[in-house]
């Protein structure tokens, strides 16, 4: 019932304006408030998800640690590293996984291929699945996460490169392992420097976040958020113009 109740709740947050979701998940508080073995709270709130959002495109963030040190990354067989949600989710039927290294995404529904097929040279560039995201839209949802804990929201930081000092681009090159398909691939990340590593903050952001259409709510205490990929990567960006170091904590050992 509990399980139902968040999914039926996540259903009105999100309403029937986004084609496509995505969404950041910590399921562990889920687990206490349901009082389930932590397999079954994570195969039941899939499967919600999944009927519930059935003909939309739905996606879950499937991060991985990049090329092993034989230069291969199998995309088939590595677990997510966001959470037991989206690791169950890249194991249901029909999900496709994103070509990345570092940052795939497990994909569902009538996109799923197209989100598959997309190759590109920076990891949240041209081509990306960041940017396709930011062009149509997609609704930008949180499960039991602070409503501003979103990976996503680096991609402000990557369009405002110009102006962030913290970071800089690195490639990676290897094979990667999909469908069992060998596929040879470069991508270049905009990573973190080190001595001082910038730690980043993005719960400042939220009252800019409520202002720009966020939804919030919680079910049974659990914490659920939804916003629009655009209002959410905007509101950010106005951040940034304002000040580059903005999105993270420890800006006076950078500024």
């Given at each position: 019932?509990?399980?139902?109740?968040?999914?039926?709740?996540?259903e009105?947050?999100?309403?029937?304006?986004?084609?496509?979701?995505?969404?950041?998940?910590?399921?562990?508080?889920?687990?206490?408030?349901?009082?389930?073995?932590?397999?079954?709270?994570?195969?039941k709130?899939?499967?919600?998800?999944?009927?519930?959002?059935?003909?939309?495109?739905?996606?879950?963030?499937?991060f991985?640690?990049?090329?092993?040190?034989?230069?291969?990354?199998?995309?088939?067989?590595?677990?997510s590293?966001?959470?037991?949600?989206?690791?169950?989710?890249?194991?249901?039927?029909?999900?496709?996984?994103?070509?990345?290294?570092?940052?795939?995404?497990?994909?569902?529904?009538?996109?799923?291929?197209?989100?598959?097929?997309?190759?590109?040279?920076?990891?949240?560039?041209?081509?990306?699945?960041y940017?396709?995201?930011?062009?149509?839209?997609?609704?930008?949802?949180?499960?039991?996460?602070?409503?501003?804990?979103?990976?996503?929201?680096?991609?402000?930081?990557?369009?405002a490169?110009?102006?962030?000092?913290?970071?800089?681009?690195?490639?990676?090159?290897?094979?990667?392992?999909?469908?069992?398909?060998?596929?040879?691939?470069?991508?270049?990340?905009?990573?973190?420097?080190?001595?001082?590593?910038?730690i980043?903050?993005?719960?400042?952001l939220?009252?800019?976040?409520?202002?720009?259409?966020?939804?919030?709510?919680?079910?049974?205490?659990?914490?659920?958020?939804?916003?629009?990929?655009?209002?959410?990567?905007?509101a950010?960006?106005?951040?940034?113009?304002?000040?580059?170091?903005?999105?993270?904590?420890?800006?006076?050992?950078?500024?």
């Amino acid at each position: 019932m509990v399980i139902d109740d968040i999914a039926t709740e996540l259903e009105e947050l999100v309403g029937n304006q986004f084609e496509t979701l995505v969404i950041f998940s910590a399921i562990w508080p889920l687990m206490r408030i349901a009082n389930l073995p932590g397999q079954e709270v994570t195969t039941k709130l899939c499967n919600s998800l999944m009927d519930r959002f059935a003909g939309r495109t739905l996606l879950m963030p499937t991060f991985t640690p990049g090329f092993d040190q034989n230069g291969i990354c199998n995309l088939d067989d590595l677990p997510s590293q966001t959470g037991a949600l989206s690791e169950a989710f890249r194991k249901a039927p029909e999900v496709r996984r994103s070509l990345s290294a570092f940052f795939s995404f497990a994909a569902h529904g009538p996109r799923s291929n197209e989100l598959a097929s997309l190759r590109p040279i920076e990891a949240w560039g041209d081509g990306s699945l960041y940017e396709w995201l930011y062009t149509q839209n997609a609704a930008i949802v949180t499960m039991g996460l602070h409503p501003t804990h979103c990976s996503y929201t680096h991609y402000a930081e990557w369009l405002a490169r110009k102006s962030i000092t913290y970071r800089f681009n690195k490639t990676f090159s290897g094979t990667i392992i999909r469908d069992k398909a060998a596929i040879t691939h470069t991508e270049t990340l905009f990573v973190r420097q080190h001595n001082p590593t910038p730690i980043n903050d993005f719960t400042g952001l939220l009252p800019a976040y409520l202002a720009s259409g966020m939804r919030v709510s919680q079910e049974h205490g659990f914490p659920l958020s939804c916003i629009g990929a655009q209002a959410k990567i905007n509101a950010a960006m106005t951040a940034l113009s304002h000040n580059s170091f903005s999105l993270i904590s420890d800006k006076e050992l950078f500024q």
